[in-house]
């Protein structure tokens, strides 16, 4: 969020910057940086970037919140990692235009930062309470707040009040806690909320309840990665344009779980347990760009599966069990440029898949590991690898398993002639 450049203030560089905006501009007068912190003054920076003083004292203090010792002037403040117990009372009291803070990787929780301590902040937006001992999220933060990560905490328990006092919040992050249910209303206020991210929770289908997003009605990201989802949530809101649900459990996808859901652009479903795509079930997601369905089970790809997605550019279906494709499925994708089936159980790819579109507009083919059988029926594969010799990602490692006398060559040292039946 801070370009780069600035982070190289040294001891002696913040002592020369502050010395120097001294002298030029009193009215920037602030109290000395505390030696293990980086100070910045603002004063000397773009203040459409950067209004105000800049204080990073990130793996330094190793100490208690350093009252009394931040300029007054500070908008960024940067106290993560420091083994911090709490927040005393009054510690923001003189630092009323702080715009971020940053306090992760700390040992805070909900008794240990006390009561009203945020209240003079007025001009909040960012606050980072990660990797800290929290076990619920604390209703007194200030109301203006955009951004709120509480990921790796211990919150087990969420209360549909939890967010009431936060209506400007933009992005929530809660992974890597111990959430199961998200009672309805949690979101009631969330009417700007666009990212969510909620992974790495013990969290099941169940403790997703039908309409808990019902006014959540910006949200476009959501990420509800390694739970423990059976099935995709019901009443997610259609706003969402990515998607991400990868490894939970689940393993059926029904006709109407995607209803809606036509501005989808990115759907992860990989590292699930997928056996079985009803036809259409996909049909409503007609900007959907990109899909992952690696590591799951599906065994064959039949013709109607991917109906409707029409604008869809890569799909990773590597990592599955599959040993047949039929001659259409892939029709409808007309924009295709990217497809991954390494990793299956193909012994044979017929010409027709190729000849139908959208194989002529691709772009990369993976087919690594498969038990391909190098006879005549795959020598078109072969010989296109000669006229697009981009088309195939690593052409010379993929390997015959069948005829026998072909087990284990490379199609690096085969010609398409060796192909015969
Ligand atoms: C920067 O902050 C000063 C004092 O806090 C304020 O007067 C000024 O308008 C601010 N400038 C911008 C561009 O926000
Ligand atoms: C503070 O400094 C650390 C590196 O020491 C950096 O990783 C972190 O992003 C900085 N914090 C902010 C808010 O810029
Ligand atoms: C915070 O949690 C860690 C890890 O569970 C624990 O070791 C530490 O004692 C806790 N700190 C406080 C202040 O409760
Ligand atoms: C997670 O919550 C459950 C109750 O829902 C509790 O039994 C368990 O101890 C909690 N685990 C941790 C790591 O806090
Ligand atoms: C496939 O690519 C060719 C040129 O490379 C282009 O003319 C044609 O329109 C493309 N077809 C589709 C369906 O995108
Ligand atoms: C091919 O490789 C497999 C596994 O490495 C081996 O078991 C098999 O004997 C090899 N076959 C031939 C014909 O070399």
Redesign the pocket.
């Known amino acids: ?2 370009p780069r450049f600035l ?1 190289v203030s040294t001891l002696a560089l913040g002592l020369v910057l502050l010395i120097g905006i001294n002298c030029q501009n009193p009215t920037h007068w602030s109290p000395v940086c505390p030696y293990e912190c ?1 100070c910045i003054w603002g004063a000397s920076f773009d203040p459409k970037v950067y209004n105000g003083t ?1 204080m ?1 004292c ?3 203090r190793r100490g208690p919140f350093p009252v009394g010792e931040v300029p007054e002037d500070t908008v ?1 403040l ?1 106290l ?1 990692f420091n083994d911090m117990e709490e927040i005393p009372t009054g510690a923001f009291d003189k630092i009323l235009h702080l715009q ?1 803070v ?1 306090l992760l990787g700390n040992q805070l929780s909900e008794t240990k930062v006390s009561q009203g301590v945020f209240d003079p902040l007025k001009h909040l937006e960012i606050i980072d309470l990660s990797l800290n001992n929290f076990t619920r999220i604390p209703h007194d933060l200030p109301e203006t707040i955009k951004r709120c990560n509480f990921d790796t905490n211990k919150i087990t328990h969420l209360s549909s009040t939890d967010l009431h006092r936060y209506p400007l919040l933009e992005t929530l992050q809660l992974s890597n806690n111990n959430i199961t249910y998200i009672p309805v209303g949690f979101f009631a206020k969330q009417t700007v909320l666009s990212v969510l991210h909620i992974s790495s929770n013990p969290l099941a289908s169940m403790g997703i309840p039908n309409g808990v997003f019902k006014d959540a009605i910006s949200l476009t990201t959501l990420e509800l990665i390694s739970d423990k989802l059976t099935g995709i949530p019901s009443g997610l809101p259609e706003t969402l344009q990515t998607l991400d649900l990868s490894t939970n459990n689940i393993y059926h996808l029904y006709p109407g779980d995607f209803a809606g859901h036509s501005r989808l652009e990115r759907l992860e479903l990989s590292s699930n347990e997928i056996s079985v795509l009803d036809i259409g079930v996909f049909s409503s997601l007609i900007n959907l760009k990109s899909m992952g369905l690696a590591y799951n089970q599906l065994r064959y790809l039949s013709d109607g599966m991917f109906d409707g997605l029409v604008s869809l550019e890569s799909i990773f279906l590597n990592g599955n069990n599959i040993e047949i494709i039929s001659d259409n499925v892939f029709v409808p994708l007309r924009n295709l440029a990217t497809i991954d089936l390494g990793s299956n159980n193909l012994k044979t790819l017929q010409y027709e898949v190729y000849y139908n579109p959208p194989f002529k507009n691709l772009t990369s083919l993976f087919i690594l590991s498969n038990p391909w059988n190098c006879d005549c029926r795959l020598r078109w594969l072969r010989a296109l690898v000669d006229l697009k010799p981009y088309l195939l990602f690593l052409p010379e490692l993929v390997k015959c398993v069948q005829p026998p006398y072909l087990q284990n060559l490379t199609w690096g040292i085969l010609f398409p002639e060796d192909f015969v039946c």
């Open positions: 969020m801070i982070f980086i800049y990073n990130s793996f330094r960024i940067d993560s971020g940053w």
